[in-house]
């Protein structure tokens, strides 16, 4: 018989009843470190005051009374947003997969409206950007569409890094390029700031338009409010999520006038997204992130992290090969699988997060104090320690 709940997922055993800051409390009073942060989701960590506060002032007022209306909430978080960056709109969704669909809408809108259609969309290889149809379309790969078809048609998929592939992909009949600053599912892989630099300037010389998908390494998550800042290039079009609602549903997708110049009354909607609930707590996410102050300090603690898996890489050369990413978005690529790392992580009362490439995820909440960074670099030390010994005993 199909359990209750469609099994999509294989569940570790493991069933937290609550949290605080970067720690949680399984059913059965066990306390773990978790430095996944719900799949860089917690920014802030769990049940953050700022965030209970929010929550509970807007939930006393009200909840949801849908886009027929003016919400006020949605309006100060899209002014703050477009205060904050490239962009001159912002549409709210209630995740990364519903920013993907429109952004494929509005590229595609966009040259339509301008006279001269276009469909193609060009995305990398080991992206991922969401379970629609459309969003598994667009990443590719048989893992992603095998036994979903037909699919939605028109994107072409070049290998990561592959320049080449890149610029012959690229022409005068692409609508859009949509990429990853870092890959997050893929392996955190980091784009070179002088990729996005050549993918900005391939995009002009031929009129496409250049997407970011910042739903992962947004928010504050690489020590910059977004990714892209680092390369000092701009988007015609970001997707947001994840963090941007520290634990609440929320997605967005900014846009510049330009790019969302197609997109007029009707062409869009969402029964929920930007409802006011979701947006007050939106806007307290953003007003503490974009602080200076506090990005600083993602900074400084990733640092810290990075210097310590650092040295776990020296001290178990069996088990891990490499750090990556940027900020406290960071992937330690592994000798061995993945789970297993996981699995010995798990046994230490350490929450990690696996990805594509033999790679581990460390997402913790972006203010995780120096004390559970010190913490979960000892216990992920025990793990690799177990781990090097059972492959020892075994080999």
Same mark, same amino acid.
């Given at each position: #018989? ?22 949680? $409390? ?13 799949i860089a989701v917690n ?28 919400? =006020? ?8 947003? $477009? ?16 920013? *993907?669909?429109?952004?494929?809408? #509005? ?9 001269? =259609?276009?469909?193609?969309? $060009?995305? #990398? ?12 379309? #667009? ?21 990561f890094g592959d320049h ?10 692409t609508a859009a390029v ?50 892209? /800042? ?10 947001? *999520? ?6 609440? =549903? ?9 790019? +969302? ?31 200076? +102050?506090?990005?600083?300090? $993602?900074?400084?603690? +990733? ?35 993945? *789970? /297993? ?55």
């Amino acid at each position: #018989m199909i359990p209750s709940v469609l099994p999509t997922y294989s569940r570790l055993p493991l069933s937290f009843v609550s949290g605080e800051g970067s720690w949680l $409390v399984e059913a059965d009073g066990r306390r773990f470190l978790d430095m996944g942060a719900g799949i860089a989701v917690n920014a802030l960590g769990h049940a953050a005051p700022e965030l209970v506060e929010a929550l509970t002032e807007q939930a006393s007022k009200l909840w949801h009374v849908s886009n027929l209306y003016t919400i =006020p909430q949605q309006q100060a978080l899209a002014d703050k947003l $477009v205060e904050l960056t490239f962009a001159d709109t912002v549409f709210f969704t209630n995740s990364g997969t519903e920013a *993907a669909e429109l952004a494929i809408k #509005m590229a595609r809108k966009y040259h339509y409206e301008k006279g001269a =259609p276009r469909a193609q969309i $060009v995305a #990398m290889e080991g992206a991922f950007h969401g379970r629609s149809t459309g969003a598994i379309a #667009m990443a590719g790969g048989d893992k992603m569409v095998k036994g979903f078809g037909p699919l939605m048609p028109g994107f072409t998929h070049v290998p990561f890094g592959d320049h080449e592939a890149l610029k012959a992909a690229v022409t005068e009949e692409t609508a859009a390029v949509i990429v990853e600053p870092i890959q997050g599912e893929g392996g955190i892989r980091v784009l070179p700031d002088v990729c996005l630099k050549g993918l900005r300037a391939l995009c002009d010389k031929v009129g496409a338009l250049l997407i970011f998908d910042e739903v992962q390494c947004g928010m504050g998550r690489t020590g910059r409010l977004f990714a892209h /800042e680092y390369a000092g290039v701009t988007p015609d079009i970001m997707m947001s *999520a994840k963090g941007i609602g520290g634990g609440f =549903p929320l997605g967005a997708v900014l846009a510049t006038e330009d790019a +969302a110049s197609g997109m007029k009354a009707g062409t869009h909607g969402s029964t929920y997204g930007g409802n006011p609930l979701g947006c007050a707590i939106g806007l307290k996410v953003t007003d503490v992130i974009s602080d200076p +102050a506090f990005l600083a300090e $993602v900074n400084r603690k +990733a640092g810290l992290l990075r210097q310590g898996l650092e040295g776990l890489v020296a001290s178990h050369p069996g088990i891990f090969e490499e750090v990556r990413g940027t900020g406290l978005m960071i992937g330690l690529k592994c000798k061995v699988a993945p *789970a /297993e790392v996981v699995a010995a992580a798990q046994a230490e009362e350490l929450l990690t997060v696996p990805a594509a490439d033999n790679v581990v995820r460390l997402l913790p909440a972006l203010n995780i104090p120096d004390g559970d960074i010190a913490e979960a670099l000892a216990r992920l030390d025990r793990a690799a320690g177990a781990l090097a010994k059972e492959k020892a005993a075994s080999a």
